[in-house]
């Protein structure tokens, strides 16, 4: 898998977290299609850091989203990715420039029609 693939698997499985509230390493490998151990350390620490921070990633997004929007408007697949995005900044071991683009692309496969401009001006900011 690539990373790009890797990140698509980090997201999926923090929008099924935001849905069921399940097991964090059973939804990672059942997500992965592997073993926990066998996954790049950096896609794992990217799902517990989103998971872990959603409430101050939340206060980050509240900040700069759309007048008359918020977090819990949003669909849990849109949270997903920019709870991750956010997750990503934190770890600082990609460029911003990557997340963003990255994360635009899953919304673009993921999102209704025009909701990557939404992800890209929201992560943009923060």
């Given at each position: ?20 509230k ?6 990672i490998e ?26 101050k ?6 900040e700069?989203?759309k ?38 692309e899953l ?7 025009d ?5 890209n001006?929201?992560l943009?900011v923060?």
């Open positions: 898998m690539n990373r790009s693939e890797l990140r698509e698997k980090a997201m999926i499985t923090v929008y099924q977290y935001l849905l069921v399940r097991d964090t390493k059973q939804l059942d997500a992965f299609e592997m073993e926990q151990k066998d996954i790049p350390e950096y896609f794992v620490k990217v799902i517990h850091t989103a998971i872990d921070n959603e409430e990633y939340k206060e980050y997004i509240n700069v989203i007048k008359g929007w918020s977090y819990d408007r949003l669909g849990a697949i849109e949270k997903a990715i920019l709870i991750n995005g956010c997750a990503e900044f934190d770890l600082k071991e990609v460029e911003a420039a990557v997340i963003i683009n990255e994360s635009v919304a673009k496969k993921y999102c209704d029609e909701t990557y401009k939404l992800i001006r929201i943009d923060i």
